[in-house]
């Protein structure tokens, strides 16, 4: 059993190294990152971040990356709720968008994000790496 015991402490840590937290990410926690990564316009404000991500359980936001490319950010309550408020954006979609929504829309634990136009792999990264808890 003892020769067993540093194999366990091994795979206790390896088994703890890939897991995610469950916690949900929220507005209030991503804002300041996107800031920090040049990210202009940010804001928390229902009044700007429209009507589905302003009354998303844990907030919405707007900003505009580096390159010009709006992005839009609904923090919903749980992954499980994800799927009403992507729903919502596209159906309230502009009609010329809606066929393209698979574009511009994406989904990340309990963030609905929605581009303005296709993101650049950097500006993807960037929301996905500032989303936080």
Avoid: Y
């Avoid at 574009?103 to 994000?113: F, M």
């Amino acid at each position: 059993m003892r020769r067993l015991a540093p194999f366990l402490a091994l795979a206790v840590l390896a088994a703890g190294c890939g897991a995610r937290s469950s916690t949900p990410f929220t507005a209030q926690a991503t804002v300041g990152c996107l800031k920090k990564k040049d990210f202009t316009k940010v804001s928390t404000s229902p009044a700007k971040v429209g009507f589905i991500a302003g009354f998303a359980a844990n907030g919405g936001l707007v900003g505009t990356s580096p390159s010009g490319n709006a992005v839009t950010i609904a923090f919903t309550d749980n992954s499980d709720s994800v799927a009403s408020t992507e729903e919502a954006f596209k159906r309230h979609a502009p009609a010329t968008l809606r066929p393209h929504i698979g574009d511009v829309l994406r989904v990340q634990r309990n963030a609905v994000i929605v581009w303005t136009t296709s993101p650049s792999d950097g500006d993807e990264s960037t929301v996905e790496g500032c989303l936080a808890s």
